[in-house]
């Protein structure tokens, strides 16, 4: 059908645009709702790209990912979901690979994927486009069963009778909770506010929809809480290469304080929102993102205003060592286990995109 490529073309153009300016002006359902639709944008680019081999294939998503990921440098989880995807298709390439050569590859050297010479990427193989979607198709479909699968663990980890402190809101711990209730354990959740977004606020009365014990707290009242928790569960942004956290401003004071008093700190998060990058490097120099300064002082207050500076970050900088373990859609972690996932997840040539 003639013009048929180009409206197809311009279909994708849209469809990037449309995703741009909805990552600038904030209108996206949370991370998930990110990483899903970062993933279908990219099954389209894959789709209609035309390449003779995977190093033009990984050009193509390289260059397309990084106008995507300019919308807002300091979103992870786009940059997370272009590597992961990047990663697919020097894999497929290397099955590929290994097959075309499987006479000459001996048994133990198949075992040992790591070990195989991938070259420049140049050799062609037909198959390699639909192979790279359908892994591809696979990784979205493991995204969406995400939390379904870290709150199927929640009974592991909630006892009977248990005093657990959160922040915020967390769908990931929100999901978390509400699967240890469904299980007839009984336990109580105290719920940090969140100022100055008071995500809390929503977050407490869903739990106490669910029939949890769930008190409302304010941020200066965690210290006083403290002492007569089991343990903190927390949600997160991201999770950098290092096992340190981006999470929601007063996070890192709760897990200060946690240390302080021996809690174990828990933390619910996907693995798509797992980062290869560090928090202060030159690749990552847009690590937080901050609001109006609105959201602190009201306009009435303009004459106060124009006399300081206010200063509203969204996100804390939570180092690894204030983290016990993060429970993940693949189980529990350790965070000393982080760099190996960081590993298995991204291609060291990836990480600068």
Known sequence: MPGGDGDKANDLKERISAFVDEIKKSNTNGSCDVAIKTINLLIRIISQAKFSNARELLVHVRVEGMHIQAADPSENII?????????????????????????????????????????????????LKARVIEAVSELKIELEGCVENIAALAPNYVNENDVILTIGRSKTVEAFLKSAAHKHIKFRVYVSEGAPFYGGHEMAKNLAQAKINTTLITECQIGTIMPLVNKVIVGTHSIMANGGLKAVTGTNIMAVLAKEHNKHVIVCSSLYKLSPLFHSTPQHASFNKFSSPNELLDYEDAELLSKVEVIAPIFDYVPPDLVSMVVTNNGAQSVTYVYRLVKDFYHADDVDL
């Not at 940059?79 to 990047?86: F, Q």
């Not at 099955?95 to 050799?123: C, F, H, I, P, W």
């Open 79 to 127: 940059g997370n979901i272009i590597r992961r995807v990047l990663k697919i298709i020097r894999e497929e390439y290397r099955e590929l690979l290994l097959q075309k050569n499987e006479d000459q590859v001996s048994a133990m050297e198949r075992l040992s994927m790591a070990d195989v010479d991938e070259g420049d990427y140049s050799t062609p193989f037909p198959q």
